[in-house]
């Protein structure tokens, strides 16, 4: 089996090659590179070994720049340090992984694996192409969601951009949803809350309940509520009041604490 290494750190991808061979001495590394520059101009000029271990954190970026520059089938090891529970967007993928610092039995079972998955002809059942390189890139953190930065708004005949970040809160009343500003001032949109809060940064909005979506800096002042509730003064004022929902109100209290 021919492997190739992608690791910027040298004593791991040495340790790494020495393990494989006291796993299997038959296993052939044909290269270690340490950036994707590297890796690109190698597959370009030999094609794709066997099977690929490659860490995410390269010394030019993230490795999955890799598959962004040129066609990759065969089936590939991460090597990471991140958390058991980001890492999960692997297995979702079909895609296995060693959780550093790499142990020899983690890799014997990961080789496992990638036997498991071989064809009688040579070829294995793993498509790489299917990778979700975006979905894994935001499980790890490396990569944000693509949140709404403006909206646009229509009063008369004129038109005007708004940065989201210049708005205090949305709200809901009699079937339309507005956009206060900070500065006081209040528009129309044409989105739906429930469109709102799955575009807008969960760091900086919460839906409270079914008719707002409130941003930190729009609160003014809390008070208990019953049934655990938070009655919320706004910034500027609203003449609707802004209750959290009982379903809510704990995810709203771990949201205020930065959870």
Known sequence: ???LIIEDETATARRLQKLLMEIDPAIQVLAIHESIAQTVKWL???????????DINLSDGISF????EVEVNCPVIFTTAYDQYAIQAFKVNSIDYLLKPINKDSLVDSLR??????????????DI???????????????????????????????????????????SDEKIVFMSLKEGKTYPVDFTLDHLEQRLDP??????????????????????????RVKITLDPPCEL???????????????LAGK
Do not use: C
């Open 1 to 3: 089996m021919n492997v």
């Open 44 to 54: 370009g000029q030999y094609g794709e070994p066997d099977l690929m271990i490659m």
């Open 65 to 68: 720049g890799i598959f962004e």
């Open 113 to 126: 694996k990638y036997h498991k998955l071989q064809h009688p002809d040579g070829g294995t059942k793993l």
């Open 129 to 171: 192409s299917r990778l979700d390189i975006a979905k894994l890139a935001l499980a790890l953190g490396i990569q944000k969601p693509d949140y709404m930065k403006r909206l646009v708004v229509r009063y008369g005949e004129v038109i005007k951009a708004i940065e989201v970040k210049d708005v205090a809160y949305f709200y």
């Open 203 to 228: 760091e900086l909005f919460f839906r409270i309940n079914r008719k707002f979506v409130i941003s930190y800096h729009a609160i003014g002042k809390m008070i208990s509520y019953s049934k655990s």
């Open 241 to 255: 009041e802004a209750i959290s929902s009982t379903e809510r109100s704990g995810d709203f209290k771990e949201w």
